[in-house]
């Protein structure tokens, strides 16, 4: 992975920017593992990109990354998976079949919160409904097998990406 930082970290406002270059799945695992190093109870991780993109791939990566061994398919159609790790609960959402906003209420998104981590795909769906402090990852395909990651969020995650020698 090559990174280039765009910001770093003043204070928790001002947040933390990198952008990475994935060139291949083995810099998508390292990427999900270390996500997965900083996450805690109360976390969101945004998964923005176009179909194809690596949204899915970046959180089996994440989940991989806790501990889990099962088979992690897309919540495409069911809208989320819910998996008990080693650290925390994590709940994994697709937005892409939301068409209401109010939609998500019915997903209880607060409760799991409350409870662990969440993973979101397409939370462009329901901005508005995406924690403020959220680590927003946003992944587009640059080559064949490369992507391009945009991850901001707050400031503590630099220390996360730091520590993972990201």
């Given at each position: 992975?090559?990174?280039?930082?765009?910001?770093m970290?003043?204070?928790?406002?001002?947040?933390?920017a990198?952008?990475?270059?994935?060139?291949?799945?083995?810099?998508?695992?390292?990427?999900?593992?270390?996500?997965?190093?900083?996450?805690?109870?109360?976390?969101?991780v945004?998964?923005?990109?176009?179909?194809?993109?690596?949204?899915?791939t970046?959180?089996?990566?994440?989940?991989?990354?806790?501990?889990?061994?099962?088979?992690?398919?897309?919540?495409?159609?069911?809208?989320?998976?819910?998996?008990?790790?080693?650290?925390?609960?994590?709940?994994?959402?697709?937005?892409?079949?939301?068409?209401?906003?109010?939609e998500?209420?019915e997903?209880?998104?607060d409760?799991?919160?409350?409870?662990?981590?969440?993973?979101?795909?397409?939370?462009?769906?329901?901005?508005?409904?995406?924690?403020?402090?959220?680590?927003?990852?946003?992944?587009?395909?640059?080559?064949?097998?490369?992507?391009?990651?945009?991850?901001?969020?707050?400031?503590?995650?630099?220390?996360?990406?730091?520590?993972?020698?990201?």
């Amino acid at each position: 992975m090559r990174a280039g930082y765009n910001a770093m970290m003043a204070s928790e406002n001002k947040g933390f920017a990198v952008t990475l270059t994935l060139n291949g799945l083995s810099d998508t695992d390292a990427l999900g593992a270390a996500i997965a190093g900083g996450l805690r109870a109360g976390d969101t991780v945004a998964l923005k990109g176009d179909l194809g993109a690596g949204k899915t791939t970046l959180a089996r990566a994440i989940l991989r990354g806790l501990g889990v061994t099962e088979d992690v398919p897309s919540p495409s159609f069911t809208l989320v998976q819910e998996y008990e790790t080693p650290k925390l609960a994590v709940r994994h959402y697709d937005f892409y079949r939301i068409e209401n906003a109010r939609e998500i209420d019915e997903l209880g998104i607060d409760d799991a919160l409350d409870d662990g981590a969440v993973l979101i795909e397409w939370p462009e769906r329901a901005e508005n409904r995406i924690a403020r402090d959220a680590l927003r990852v946003s992944l587009s395909a640059s080559g064949e097998t490369a992507r391009k990651a945009d991850i901001e969020g707050p400031s503590r995650w630099a220390a996360v990406f730091k520590a993972a020698h990201v």
